[in-house]
């Protein structure tokens, strides 16, 4: 069974840069892509974007600019980067495992909360 | 940008059927999958490809579509049924992926 475990500061600084992690474990990381989805306290779900584990990557464009991903095959981690944060980035954020590059999620990390202040 | 919407709530008593839509332009071309989300938890897929039921999901549970709005059915509701459900899809071209605003399904 495929998990996946988000690590990663829970306090940025506003206009610094969200860095997290996601750790695979019980399955290929060759098998899927990887989304960050993140959710705002009380909020709905956002996808963020996706990368393959060729390194292939798309972007929300309303975070485009902002964001950046990457992978390590080697540790078995995806990376996420999302930079100039402000208070409304403060959110859960999750990674997800899928199988088609728009099709569902078939596997969640249990999210980490990250908090944007001063 | 392109958006699904659903209602912000739904409230049925136990036993009753609950029916949740979602519409955008685009479902009426691409797939849509439902997750239900309790306080706390990651969501968890509940529906794929419109209508399937993932392995370990109760038959009480079940999606249809129809032009641009799905729907998610929950008949003989539970008092376990109650939490956040969000609809997922795709822009017209499949290139991102976009999720409805979510429903809060309330058990009275």
């Known amino acids: 069974q495929v998990q996946l475990q988000e690590s990663g500061p829970g306090l940025v600084k506003p206009s610094e840069t969200l860095s997290l992690t996601c750790t695979v474990s019980?399955?290929?990381?060759?098998?899927?892509?990887c989304s960050w989805i993140r959710q705002p306290p009380g909020k709905g779900l956002e996808w963020i974007g996706y990368i393959y584990h060729s390194g292939g990557t798309n972007y929300n464009p309303s975070l485009r600019s902002r964001v950046t991903m990457s992978v390590d095959t080697s540790k078995r981690q995806f990376s996420l980067n999302l930079s100039s944060v402000t208070p409304a980035d403060t959110a859960v954020y999750y990674c997800?495992?899928?199988?088609?590059?728009?099709?569902?999620?078939?596997?969640w990390g249990q999210g980490t909360l990250v908090n944007v202040s001063s | 940008s392109y958006e699904l919407t659903q209602p912000p709530s739904v409230s049925v008593s136990p036993g009753q059927t609950a029916r949740i839509p979602c519409s955008g332009d685009a479902l009426a071309k691409q797939y849509a999958y439902w997750y239900q989300q309790k306080p706390g938890q990651a969501p968890v897929l509940i529906i794929y490809t419109d209508s399937e039921r993932p392995s370990g999901i109760p038959e009480r549970f079940s999606g249809s579509s129809s032009g641009t709005t799905v729907t998610l059915t929950v008949s003989g509701v539970q008092a376990e049924d109650e939490a956040d459900y969000y609809c997922?899809?795709?822009?017209?071209?499949?290139?991102?992926?976009?999720f409805g605003g979510g429903t809060k399904l309330t058990v009275l």
């Open positions: 997800a495992g899928h199988i088609a590059v728009t099709g569902h999620f078939d596997y």
């Open positions: 019980g399955g290929s990381i060759s098998s899927y892509y």
């Open positions: 997922q899809s795709a822009d017209s071209s499949g290139t991102y992926v976009v």
